[in-house]
């Protein structure tokens, strides 16, 4: 499993003109799984996420978790994450999980994050998505399971 994680202002997710995820600020989270991921993948990294002091304190230390400020996920299904580009022009996915396997675990993966006490929003797995978002830092982190 491999996320993108960039904290974040407002953000939103359209499908087709219409919103389908929205949030005022907290962590946009590009997610990629491939075919090894589990169950246990998206645990470790819902937890790990929820966890993460990537939001400054008095002082301006990154010491506070996303609960801690009132922030919210937008969670978006990306399997572009995993294109190998090492030979040739286009990339290859063969690295990305197929959607059968790939869109349970990344709705599981919602799941943990809702378990961890996040409020979750989402994109629509495998549209063609506009994502919007103010990157706020900018801080951009990559999370991943392996």
């Known amino acids: 499993m491999r996320v993108v994680l960039q904290r974040s202002g407002p953000a939103s997710v359209r499908v087709d003109g219409e919103v389908t995820g929205s949030i005022e600020k907290g962590y946009v989270l590009l997610v990629g799984i491939t075919h090894t991921d589990t169950e246990a993948d998206m645990e470790y990294v819902a937890k790990k996420i929820a966890g993460l002091r990537l939001w400054e304190d008095e002082e301006g230390k990154m010491n506070r978790a996303i609960e801690e400020v009132g922030g919210a996920i937008l969670s978006v299904s990306q399997f572009t994450l995993y294109g190998d580009v090492r030979k040739g022009r286009r990339p290859s996915f063969i690295e990305a999980a197929r959607p059968e396997q790939a869109e349970p675990l990344w709705q599981y993966f919602n799941g943990q994050l809702e378990a ?8 629509v797995f495998g549209a063609m998505m506009d994502v919007e978002l103010i990157n706020d830092g ?6 991943e399971s392996k």
Do not use: C, F, H
């Open 116 to 123: 961890e006490g996040l409020k979750v929003e989402t994109g």
């Open 138 to 143: 900018p801080v951009t982190i990559i999370v």
